[in-house]
């Protein structure tokens, strides 16, 4: 199956500094990305959909200049946590689609755990 | 509003049993139904789709089916094994389409020997 993968697995920073979260689709090219959130003993929280050579599109409530998400390529998306505090500590997951596919099961990355301290 | 429940107690079985998960959602006509195993510290891995035309699908071990006027899906695993124990997961689309899922808080499996 097609594979995502997301760099780093893990980053711990200080508070007030940015985080940047790659994600890549290596076998296959993705037009579209997502990328959730997932506090512990939580679901996935949806936080953007990455459109390629587009702006992305936030959910209610995620702020757009605090979680910057880049989409360059069709197979890299980068989401950039920006004046990270404590409360952004979170897994963080992307994920894309196949083209074509009818109704859209999700490839996700390994995830990205955020600590900040 | 659109919600998606699961049951949030974990299910213990033991090995070589059936587990039976369930999933319920409310204010939704999803055209399919999605279902994913997530291991600790790991993404979600995708299982199994239904459609709403399809009652029941089987991948291997692994059965679904899909009741629209329940408003309800259930997960089976039948023979299981403790290499099943993880933490699954139903998605549905979001209103308005896009590829986007919404989940459930999952249901957590342990299958003892």
């Known amino acids: 199956g097609a594979v995502v993968s997301q760099h780093p697995s893990r980053v711990i920073c200080k508070s007030g500094t940015s985080v940047k979260i790659e994600c890549r689709s290596l076998?296959?090219?993705?037009?579209?990305m997502f990328w959730y959130r997932q506090f512990p003993k939580q679901s996935l929280m949806l936080m953007a959909t990455?459109?390629?050579?587009?702006?992305?599109?936030?959910e209610q409530g995620v702020e757009k200049d605090k979680f910057l998400i880049n989409h360059a390529s069709l197979t890299l998306s980068t989401l950039t946590v920006t004046s990270a505090h404590p409360e952004d500590s979170s897994f963080y997951i992307c994920?894309?689609?196949?083209?074509?596919?009818?109704?859209?099961?999700?490839?996700f990355g390994e995830g990205s755990r955020l600590t900040v301290l | 509003s659109q919600k998606i429940e699961q049951n949030s107690e974990a299910l213990n079985i033991q090995e070589g049993k059936t587990a039976t998960l369930t999933c319920n959602y409310t204010?939704?006509?999803?055209?399919?139904l999605q279902w994913y195993r997530q291991d600790p510290g790991r993404g979600p891995v995708f299982l199994l789709l239904?459609?709403?035309?399809?009652k029941e699908k089987r991948k291997e071990r692994l059965k679904v089916t899909f009741d629209t006027t329940l408003k309800q899906s259930l997960f089976h695993i039948t023979a299981s094994q403790p290499a099943d124990s993880a933490t699954y997961l139903c998605?549905?689309?979001?209103?308005?389409?896009?590829?986007?899922?919404?989940f459930g808080t999952g249901t957590q499996l342990k299958v003892e020997l």
């Open positions: 994920s894309a689609t196949l083209a074509g596919s009818y109704a859209g099961e999700l490839f």
């Open positions: 076998d296959f090219q993705a037009t579209t």
């Open positions: 990455s459109n390629e050579g587009s702006k992305a599109t936030y």
């Open positions: 204010n939704y006509s999803p055209a399919y």
């Open positions: 239904i459609r709403e035309n399809e």
């Open positions: 998605a549905v689309e979001l209103t308005g389409g896009g590829n986007k899922l919404t």
